[in-house]
C-alpha cells in the first residue's frame, strides 16, 4: 500500500508536548514551511533556546491555567502534552488534568481545521500477543505512572464530545512506543544499557513492541490532522515492525559493545500491547523506518549523552 502523504505549508500549528518524542518530531518537521507553536511552561529556558533555534515560537502557558489569552486561530493542532503538578497528583485525581485539560484546549481551537489528541493504546483490554485492533474493548493496561490508562479514556471521551458538539475535526491517536533523538522508551532502555544499569521487563515474555520513530512519526502524525474528522477517526499509531524489548536491547548492546542487564519482574513494567495496523495503514499510511536502522540511528546520535528535560 502506498504512504499516504500530506505536507502543510502556510498554516499556524499549535503543538504541545513539544519537548519530548511525540512532540517535538512533528513540530521540527512543520516548521520548515509552517508558522509553528510550541505550548509549555519553560520552566527551563534551555528549552526555549533549542525550540527558536528550529524556527518554532514559544508559547508560555500552563495547561491547567485557563485559555481564554492563548490565541484562537490556530488552523491544526497535536495535542501530546502531559499536564503536571509538582508534587504529582495520581490517579484517580488526575482527570481534571488530562480530560479537562485537553478538552479545554479543543475548545478554544474549535475553529481549526484539524485537532491530532494523542492518547495511548494502553486504553485497550489487553490480548496477550495479539494485535489489538480499534475496536477492542476498552481496559486497563498500564498503571505505572501518575495517569494511568484510564485519564486516557476520560481524555478521549471528553474531546470526542468537544468534536461532535463543536464540529472540530479530530484525529484520536492511540500510541505504541514512540522513540526518538528526542527521549522514549528505547532511549530510556539505551542510556541504561550504556551506564550498566539494569533494564526492568515483565515476566510475561517476550515483550512485544510496535516502536514508532521520528521520521515516520512526524510525517503521519501530519496525515493524522489533516485527515481528522468529526465524529473523531480513531486509529492506532504505532511502527509497523513487532519486535521484542529483549530483542532490541540486545542489538543495542552489541551496537555499543555491552551486555543489556535486563531483570524480570512485575514493579513498574507491564504485559505486551501489540496494536494492529490495518486501519492506520489506510488512514495514515505505512512506516518506512525499519528496527534496526533506527537503532543505529540512536546509537549514532549518542542520545545517551544528551540533557533531556521531563515535564511540561
Given at each position: 500500500?502506498?504512504?499516504?502523504?500530506?505536507?502543510?505549508?502556510?498554516?499556524?500549528?499549535?503543538?504541545?508536548?513539544?519537548?519530548?518524542?511525540?512532540?517535538?518530531?512533528?513540530?521540527?518537521?512543520?516548521?520548515?514551511?509552517?508558522?509553528?507553536?510550541?505550548?509549555?511552561?519553560?520552566?527551563?529556558?534551555?528549552?526555549?533556546?533549542?525550540?527558536?533555534?528550529?524556527?518554532?515560537?514559544?508559547?508560555?502557558?500552563?495547561?491547567?491555567?485557563?485559555?481564554?489569552?492563548?490565541?484562537?486561530?490556530?488552523?491544526?493542532?497535536?495535542?501530546?502534552?502531559?499536564?503536571?503538578?509538582?508534587?504529582?497528583?495520581?490517579?484517580?485525581?488526575?482527570?481534571?488534568?488530562?480530560?479537562?485539560?485537553?478538552?479545554?484546549?479543543?475548545?478554544?481551537?474549535?475553529?481549526?481545521?484539524?485537532?491530532?489528541?494523542?492518547?495511548?493504546?494502553?486504553?485497550?483490554?489487553?490480548?496477550?500477543?495479539?494485535?489489538?485492533?480499534?475496536?477492542?474493548?476498552?481496559?486497563?493496561?498500564?498503571?505505572?505512572?501518575?495517569?494511568?490508562?484510564?485519564?486516557?479514556?476520560?481524555?478521549?471521551?471528553?474531546?470526542?464530545?468537544?468534536?461532535?458538539?463543536?464540529?472540530?475535526?479530530?484525529?484520536?491517536?492511540?500510541?505504541?512506543?514512540?522513540?526518538?533523538?528526542?527521549?522514549?522508551?528505547?532511549?530510556?532502555?539505551?542510556?541504561?544499557?550504556?551506564?550498566?544499569?539494569?533494564?526492568?521487563?515483565?515476566?510475561?515474555?517476550?515483550?512485544?513492541?510496535?516502536?514508532?520513530?521520528?521520521?515516520?512519526?512526524?510525517?503521519?502524525?501530519?496525515?493524522?490532522m489533516v485527515e481528522a474528522r468529526t465524529p473523531p477517526v480513531i486509529v492506532n499509531f504505532c511502527g509497523d515492525d513487532i519486535v521484542s524489548a529483549e530483542e532490541y536491547c540486545a542489538y543495542l548492546g552489541e551496537l555499543v559493545g555491552k551486555e543489556p542487564r535486563i531483570v524480570y519482574t512485575t514493579e513498574g513494567t507491564y504485559t505486551s500491547l501489540v496494536p494492529d495496523t490495518t486501519y492506520m495503514h489506510e488512514i495514515l499510511g505505512e512506516c518506512e523506518v525499519a528496527w534496526k536502522e533506527a537503532c543505529q540511528e540512536l546509537v549514532a546520535a549518542k542520545v545517551?549523552?544528551?540533557?533531556?528535560?521531563?515535564?511540561?
Amino acid at each position: 500500500m502506498a504512504v499516504i502523504r500530506h505536507e502543510l505549508k502556510g498554516e499556524k500549528v499549535l503543538v504541545t508536548g513539544g519537548q519530548g518524542p511525540s512532540g517535538l518530531p512533528p513540530a521540527r518537521l512543520l516548521a520548515r514551511d509552517n508558522e509553528v507553536y510550541v505550548m509549555a511552561r519553560f520552566s527551563d529556558p534551555k528549552v526555549e533556546t533549542k525550540l527558536e533555534a528550529m524556527g518554532i515560537h514559544c508559547l508560555k502557558h500552563d495547561l491547567l491555567a485557563p485559555f481564554d489569552d492563548i490565541p484562537d486561530d490556530f488552523t491544526y493542532v497535536w495535542h501530546s502534552a502531559i499536564p503536571t503538578r509538582t508534587p504529582p497528583t495520581y490517579w484517580p485525581n488526575t482527570f481534571d488534568h488530562a480530560a479537562d485539560a485537553a478538552a479545554r484546549l479543543a475548545y478554544r481551537c474549535r475553529n481549526a481545521k484539524g485537532f491530532g489528541l494523542v492518547s495511548t493504546a494502553s486504553v485497550y483490554q489487553p490480548d496477550g500477543h495479539n494485535p489489538v485492533k480499534e475496536d477492542r474493548p476498552i481496559g486497563h493496561h498500564v498503571m505505572t505512572h501518575m495517569y494511568g490508562s484510564f485519564s486516557k479514556i476520560a481524555m478521549e471521551a471528553a474531546c470526542t464530545f468537544v468534536s461532535n458538539q463543536f464540529g472540530l475535526p479530530m484525529s484520536i491517536l492511540r500510541m505504541g512506543s514512540p522513540s526518538s533523538i528526542d527521549g522514549g522508551t528505547i532511549v530510556e532502555r539505551l542510556t541504561k544499557i550504556v551506564k550498566g544499569e539494569e533494564i526492568p521487563l515483565h515476566p510475561e515474555k517476550p515483550n512485544l513492541f510496535r516502536p514508532h520513530f521520528e521520521k515516520d512519526l512526524a510525517r503521519m502524525a501530519v496525515n493524522a490532522m489533516v485527515e481528522a474528522r468529526t465524529p473523531p477517526v480513531i486509529v492506532n499509531f504505532c511502527g509497523d515492525d513487532i519486535v521484542s524489548a529483549e530483542e532490541y536491547c540486545a542489538y543495542l548492546g552489541e551496537l555499543v559493545g555491552k551486555e543489556p542487564r535486563i531483570v524480570y519482574t512485575t514493579e513498574g513494567t507491564y504485559t505486551s500491547l501489540v496494536p494492529d495496523t490495518t486501519y492506520m495503514h489506510e488512514i495514515l499510511g505505512e512506516c518506512e523506518v525499519a528496527w534496526k536502522e533506527a537503532c543505529q540511528e540512536l546509537v549514532a546520535a549518542k542520545v545517551w549523552e544528551k540533557d533531556y528535560v521531563r515535564g511540561y
